[in-house]
C-alpha cells in the first residue's frame, strides 16, 4: 500500500476515533453495532458495512429504500450474507479520509433505517 493511500486510513481512523490501529490492505473490525470491512485496491477504497445483530428475511424492501443520491452518487451494491445486509461501495481514488469517513456513516445511517424490521 502506498504512503497516500495510508494517510487516508490513518485520517478516517482518527475521525471513527478509532486511531492507533494496525493499517493493512485488508481489515475486518466488529465495533458494536456495526462490522467494517475495509480493502484497497489499486489507490481505491472498498468499503463493506454491515449490522452485527441485524437480521434481514429479504432484500427487496431493503432495495426500495435505497437511493443513488443519498450515496454521495458513489455506488452502492447491497447483498445478505447470512441474513445479515451488506452495503459495499468502491469509494473514488480522489477521495479523502474525510470523504470515506462520510461514506461510512451514510452507509451507517442506511443500514439503522433498514436492519430492524426491514423484512416486516
Known amino acids: 500500500m502506498d504512503l497516500r493511500s495510508s494517510r487516508k486510513l490513518e485520517e478516517l481512523f482518527q475521525l471513527l476515533e478509532k486511531w492507533p490501529v494496525a493499517i493493512d490492505e485488508h481489515m475486518e473490525y466488529h465495533w458494536t453495532p456495526y462490522g467494517l470491512m475495509l480493502e484497497m485496491r ?3 477504497l472498498l468499503m463493506t458495512s454491515w449490522l452485527l445483530d441485524g437480521q434481514i428475511l429479504e432484500l427487496k424492501p431493503c432495495l426500495a429504500r435505497w437511493h443513488p443520491q443519498i450515496f454521495m452518487g458513489v455506488p452502492q451494491r447491497l447483498f445478505t450474507i447470512k441474513q445479515n445486509l451488506m452495503i459495499s461501495c468502491l469509494c473514488p481514488s480522489s477521495s479523502e479520509g474525510r470523504d470515506w469517513f462520510q461514506m461510512l456513516k451514510l452507509q451507517q445511517q442506511f ?6 424490521g426491514a423484512d416486516s
Open 111 to 116: 443500514l439503522d433505517r433498514v436492519g430492524y
Open 42 to 44: 489499486e489507490e481505491r
